[in-house]
């Protein structure tokens, strides 16, 4: 709690900027001093709102207190989380001994105070002011995308403002394509400012402004008729009324025709709940429509637009199977037949070990779990890897080694944190809530934000202390050491030494003994510092939790420990191979010198993510490949099969700080089968009878066996982010290659970004990678 | 690209204020009554200089209706039509002056010469009906005084223009 909150309630209004301020590279935000600020700590205030006795925090403001009782004010210009405002004037209330009706947004809540929401003097000022806003507003309610859901809509038939004393014709203007997922409808807009705000406060993108002044105000982009900006379309969302409608979802449908389905967003790591708004089985938009979750209203480009790879017609609808060197249709029990064939002959021939495995990170946990469990016990390998994004094992181990499995850090821990180390990673690009979250730290919660970069990074703004480097593994040596470091660094000991409970956030710059190196000197800082590591997509952390590791099995286990393996043996009623297996890169040397002959891929794309060259997977006597599109692996491979996209599937994902989160099927798609249907379908050819009916008779296994994810099931369910601390002793990381970032940017995420029109048609995904909006 | 002489300038008026962002306006006026208009380049120069984005620029040229982003004809004629000069007849000069050079409101003769806007009250009441060209005022105008003053700056204009 800053030092001004803790003495009086009405210091939110007038604080001083800070003076760490001054040493930020500008552009400043537009108003950071005019935000709410609640004291949860201070002595409770209690007042009265329409009879009702209400007792809050001090600092709360008057409509946020009377929302707390379910006493209802109607407001546009005010959001929560945003500066204030006190622009729209329809949430004026009357309050006992003040002459004239006050802003309930801006008026913050102290002991006696007497309110009234409903008078009839309230309700006629509300009634004016909707004859204001009406003064040029089409009216158009029958074609408006937002009709239904639309907060104007809503308060005209509260208060009734149907007639009109304007005589003067309406101003109109032509609707504007700000950008391709971005229209603005001028006459609509109220002047909220709340999409100016959101820009500028949320995303630090400031991308709107207000153009002219009085009856001829309108919301103007920054670049002349266009935006230019990270397009994450919070405006949108936030937009009170129609007047910024979204490209892919404007005239499509009313907002009550659709079923909306809350499921969690399959783009980076950070793990997003995204609401799927469905009608017909196609996705028509997403947005957290109910504010749960973590992220709140955030979602990125991605999230909020970038679903539309699910709906693309490119989709893998039914298995091909390669004949006389061509691939072509066939059905599933033909290309699953065939694969087993071809795997039990290459095993017969070559032994289990000339067989390896490659999962994905964008698959559910059960997914994950199960194809590890199906390379080790049903082929006899510990050949299994993926695309390593962040070092989640190391991480894991050192923590387990410090017995300190309390300080993984979750997404909300970075929002509330008072101090925070950013290393090696560009969360602005690669993890936009990630990024959001520290933004929303600093400027609600004061928090200082520590960089050590090797790049100019947007955060810069935010930051306190920005330190470019050469190497951050290097930077993480000398930190940690106990010997002299250069000026800056010690610099940055010194000031970390005097935060408390400092969150410490990295990106893949560090790894394996330079992760263990920033625990262990982490650990010894003030308070209680916890960790986040930085993975790419959806689930790759769950990829790693759940095994699919060649020397680590489920939880973090070693291969190479036999009681671990004992103890998947009994629960699995097979034996596991004691040798742990080859890892990704030595996978790809064994087919280029033939000592691996066969290649079972699952959702991911070697030949983009590893580099590895198509004509090397030619080599293969067999490659097996389940995906959604034809990416160039499954084009080299001789079985592909259709894969299921996250909407179509149950399960569960795990994001990067190791939350675990329900996925939720929203819609089938003809021809496609989970990858968790496939892997049971592919074990039973093999003869083995998977006790498996649904991915959650998976989860109750991995609940029971993997350790770290004993989570209360309910919680799960019931749509929860819930916190898993895996505790292991994973072997050392054999080679630093092994985890490298993909450096997707804020449009693009692996191979399934490629089929979504929605991102591809920004005019900012051309731009080159890392261009600050 | 903006002059050295404006840039020094810039610096000197940033000085004075303890927010930077407060020099904006005056940024604006030195650098339209050097350019002939507020250009794009002027825009990102002053932007960084107070450290706000290019759209808060932008904004405040929208707001304050004597800055123009496109340029204007070299003599920029602002007729007052307040109640004043309403009064004494200000609603016809301006109707003589756009008769006489074709152009209506914030309109400019395809020469580049003149410039026509109808302004609030310039606060030369006791001189109504007034009009400012430039900086210059002109007060006690009548149509002849208006055919004159035009004259003779189209023929100052043609001398002097390059």
Redesign the interface.
């Known amino acids: 709690m800053s030092e001004a909150n803790s003495k009086s309630p009405f210091a939110i209004l007038d604080q001083p900027t800070r003076p760490d301020d001054a040493g930020r590279p ?3 935000p ?1 108003s950071p001093a005019l935000s709410p600020r609640v004291n949860p700590q201070g002595e409770a205030v209690t007042l009265t709102i329409d009879g009702k006795s209400v007792t809050t925090a001090p600092g709360t403001v008057l409509i946020e207190a009377a929302r707390q009782v379910g006493i209802e004010i109607p407001s546009y210009c005010y959001y929560p989380g945003l500066s204030l405002q006190g622009a729209c004037r329809m949430c004026v209330v009357s309050i006992e001994k003040m002459g004239k009706l006050q802003t309930a947004c801006t008026t913050i809540v102290s002991n006696g105070m007497v309110v009234h929401t409903d008078s009839d003097e309230v309700k006629n000022a509300r009634k004016a002011m909707l004859e204001f806003l009406l003064t040029n507003h089409p009216l158009d309610c029958p074609v408006c995308d937002k009709g239904g859901e639309c907060e104007l809509q809503d308060a005209v038939f509260r208060y009734g403002a149907a007639e009109t004393r304007f005589l003067e014709t309406k101003q109109h203007e032509e609707e504007k394509k700000f950008s391709s997922l971005v229209y603005y409808d001028r006459p609509r807009c109220i002047l909220c400012y709340r999409c100016i705000r959101v820009c500028d406060e949320g995303m630090d993108v ?8 009085g009856g001829l105000s309108v919301i ?3 670049r002349g008729e266009h935006l230019e900006c990270e397009e994450c379309g919070m405006c949108i969302d936030v937009c009170p009324v129609g007047a910024l409608t979204s490209g892919t979802y404007r005239y499509k449908t009313r907002p009550w025709e659709m079923t909306h389905v809350g499921t969690i967003c399959n783009h980076c790591g950070d793990g997003c709940k995204t609401t799927l708004a469905i009608r017909n089985n196609q996705i028509l938009r997403a947005n957290n429509r109910d504010h749960s979750g973590f992220n709140g209203e955030f979602l990125c480009a991605k999230g909020r637009f970038g679903w539309d790879f699910v709906n693309s017609d490119q989709r893998l609808t039914a298995p091909r199977i390669k004949r006389n060197r061509q691939l072509e249709s066939g059905s599933w029990e033909e290309a699953l037949s065939t694969a087993a064939a071809r795997l039990n002959e290459i095993i017969a021939k070559s032994g289990p070990d000339s067989v390896a495995v490659l999962g994905s990170n964008h698959t559910a946990n059960e997914e994950n779990y199960l194809l590890q469990r199906f390379a080790r016990t049903i082929l006899g390998t510990n050949n299994v890897d993926h695309h390593r994004t962040g070092d989640f094992s190391s991480l894991v181990g050192a923590l387990t080694a410090a017995n300190a499995t309390d300080r993984y850090a979750t997404m909300q821990d970075v929002f509330e944190a008072s101090s925070i180390l950013l290393l090696g990673s560009d969360p602005t690009h690669e993890h936009p809530l990630v990024a959001y979250q520290i933004r929303q730290a600093v400027r609600r919660h004061d928090a200082r934000l520590y960089i050590v970069n090797r790049a100019e990074l947007k955060l810069r703004r935010q930051a306190s202390l920005y330190l470019k480097v050469e190497d951050e593994g290097a930077a993480v040596g000398a930190l940690a050491g106990t010997g002299a470091a250069s000026p800056e660094l010690g610099t940055l000991r010194e000031r970390l030494s005097k935060e408390n409970d400092t969150v410490v956030v990295f990106g893949d710059a560090l790894r394996g003994e330079q992760v263990t190196g920033l625990v262990r000197w982490g650990l010894t800082l003030p308070g209680k510092s916890r960790f986040v590591a930085l993975g790419d997509y959806a689930n790759s952390r769950g990829a790693a939790d759940m095994g699919v590791l060649p020397d680590t099995l489920p939880g973090y286990a070693a291969v190479a420990d036999a009681a671990a393996r004992a103890r998947f043996e009994s629960a699995w009623g097979a034996e596991i191979p004691a040798q742990p297996g080859r890892n990704a890169r030595a996978i790809f040397a064994g087919i280029e010198s033939g000592e691996i002959k066969a290649l079972l891929v699952f959702g991911s794309n070697p030949v983009r993510s590893f580099g590895v060259k198509p004509e090397t997977l030619r080599k293969l006597e067999f490659l097996f490949v389940a995906d959604l599109f034809p990416t160039e692996t499954a084009e080299v491979a001789d079985v592909v099969v259709p894969a299921a996209s996250f909407a179509e599937k149950s399960g569960t994902v795990t994001n990067t700080c190791g939350q675990i989160q329900a996925l939720k099927r929203t819609m089938r798609k003809a021809g496609t089968r989970s990858d968790f249907e496939i892997l049971v379908a592919l074990a039973a050819q093999f003869g083995a009878n998977w006790p498996y009916r649904s991915s959650e008779d998976v989860l109750k296994e991995i609940i029971a066996q993997v350790r770290g994810y004993a989570i209360p099931l309910p919680a799960l369910l019931v749509g929860g982010a819930v916190v898993t601390r895996p505790q292991g002793n994973p072997p050392p990381l054999e080679r630093a290659d092994l985890i490298f970032s993909a450096r997707d940017s804020l449009f693009t995420s692996g191979s399934i970004s490629r089929y979504s029109w929605a991102l591809n048609s920004l005019d900012e995904a051309k731009k080159p990678h890392g261009t600050i909006f | 690209m903006l002059s050295d002489a404006l840039k020094a300038k810039f610096d000197k008026i940033i000085a004075r204020y303890p927010l930077k962002r407060s020099a904006i306006v005056p940024l604006l006026m030195f650098a339209q009554d050097e350019i002939g208009y507020v250009s794009d380049e002027a825009i990102e120069e002053i932007a960084r200089r107070v450290e706000v984005r290019p759209i808060e620029v932008i904004e405040d040229i929208g707001y304050y209706s004597m800055l123009h982003r496109q340029p204007l004809g070299k003599y920029n004629i602002q007729v007052c039509t307040n109640v004043s000069c309403l009064l004494r007849g200000g609603e016809e000069i301006l109707e003589h002056c756009s008769k006489k050079l074709g152009i209506g409101h914030k309109q400019t003769t395809p020469d580049g010469l003149f410039s026509l806007e109808e302004v609030e009250c310039l606060g030369a009441c006791c001189g109504a009906p007034a009009m400012q060209v430039n900086y210059d005022f002109y007060e006690n105008l009548t149509p002849q005084k208006i055919d004159a003053l035009i004259e003779k700056l189209r023929s100052d204009g043609a001398k002097k223009s390059p």
């Open positions: 500008g552009p400043y537009r400031n991308a709107y402004g207000i153009g002219f002044r103007i982009p920054n």
